[in-house]
């Protein structure tokens, strides 16, 4: 089974300043990682994955993630954040063999003009 | 392509009433998903497929039913509502080869049990 961590439930950002979401995970078999976006009253988009390479993977609207196995994390950055990007984001696992995803509780950013 | 759609989008529920959820997606794709979003708990799967006439449960099932005859249909069915189940539903289509590719969702459909 796998689970995941989201420790932060609301972040707020300055315009224009960076921003970290933070997502921890535990599993004991090998992973995939998501990172999902949910605006107001909509469903969730896929905002960028991790399933194998490169451990650095990006979006293409600013984020970047960072798959980091000794610390079972898979932080999501930004180096400037916009109005726009003001959402929930949920980090989820998928564990190798399996159909389910597991998502974390979410975080809402809130970005201040 | 329309994608992932539901319907309703909202509805409201006498405790005991029966009601189906229908999604529909055209993209073809083999995978789909029910799940539910209560505040501050992230998503939970409440079944899915992974294929025309294949179904199987999630983490939260109890309550509710499944069908897949069709490829591009998966309709969630509540047979008595319960307040516990108020709730915004998802459902999701992932394409051919599941497992680590896109999950799509449709737009949601908000439910309330009185």
């Known amino acids: 089974a796998q689970s995941v961590t989201q420790l932060d439930s609301q972040v707020p950002v300055f315009e224009e300043a960076p921003v970290e979401l933070r997502c921890n995970y535990s599993?004991?078999?090998?992973?995939?990682l998501f990172w999902y976006v949910q605006y107001p009253n909509q469903g969730l988009q896929l905002l960028l994955k991790?399933?194998?390479?490169?451990?650095l993977v990006e979006s293409i609207n600013g984020f970047e993630a960072e798959f980091n196995k000794s610390q079972t994390s898979f932080h999501l950055r930004k180096p400037s954040v916009h109005i726009s990007d003001t959402a929930e984001y949920f980090c989820?696992?998928?564990?190798?063999?399996?159909?389910?995803?597991?998502f974390g509780k979410g975080t809402k950013l809130s970005v201040i003009p | 392509n329309a994608g992932v759609t539901q319907t309703p989008k909202f509805r409201i529920l006498k405790i005991g009433q029966s009601m189906t959820l229908q999604c529909t997606q055209d993209?073809?794709?083999?995978?789909m998903y029910w799940y539910r979003q209560d505040p501050g708990m992230g998503l939970k799967l409440i079944y899915y497929s992974v294929g025309a006439g294949i179904t199987d449960k999630g983490e939260v099932p109890n309550g509710y039913n499944v069908s897949r005859s069709t490829t591009e249909d998966f309709p969630l069915r509540l047979e008595l509502a319960a307040p516990s189940q108020t709730s915004v539903y998802f459902c999701a289509s992932e394409g051919l080869a599941g497992g680590g590719e896109t999950q799509y969702f449709g737009p949601g459909t908000r439910l309330l049990v009185l």
């Open positions: 599993s004991s078999v090998s992973v995939y």
């Open positions: 991790y399933l194998s390479g490169s451990t």
């Open positions: 993209m073809n794709h083999n995978y």
């Open positions: 989820a696992v998928l564990g190798a063999g399996s159909y389910q995803l597991t």
